[in-house]
């Protein structure tokens, strides 16, 4: 076993991220910890270079710009859609809906608001355009 993250590293490891205010947002440590192939985009890239490094047991935070985390909000990603080509009529504002692109892969996107007509639905990630603090305990990094 290593005594570091590698680059290529199937990681075991608790995480939190909360934003800046301290407010949670996604946490493993009150449950079973998470394990990634690093480089197998399994995680945020600039996350993984945060924690290749790390020695197994350590315990550390970091904050993440919007830029760095899941990017800036694009408005381009907000798009009306008819209520025709919506999978459920039953829709209401701050819902998030799944949608199944050409290709058959599905994607979701939050419902901003909605009339007799169309909604508006914004399909950036949900943490897009919002600073994050990472918090990660390195519990074991196998080689793969």
Known sequence: MNQTVLADSLVTLHYRITQPNGQPLLSTF???????KLGAGEMLPAMEKLIVGLPIGSRQVFELSAEEAF?????????????E????????????MEFIAPDGSKYSGLVLEIDDMSALIDF????????????VEIIAADPV
């Open 30 to 36: 009150e449950a079973t910890p998470a394990t990634l």
């Open 71 to 83: 990017g800036p909000h694009r408005s381009e990603l907000v798009e009306r859609v008819r209520r």
């Open 85 to 96: 080509h919506l999978l459920s009529q039953d829709i209401e504002a701050l819902s998030i």
């Open 124 to 135: 950036n990630h949900p943490l897009a355009g919002k600073p994050i603090r990472l918090e």
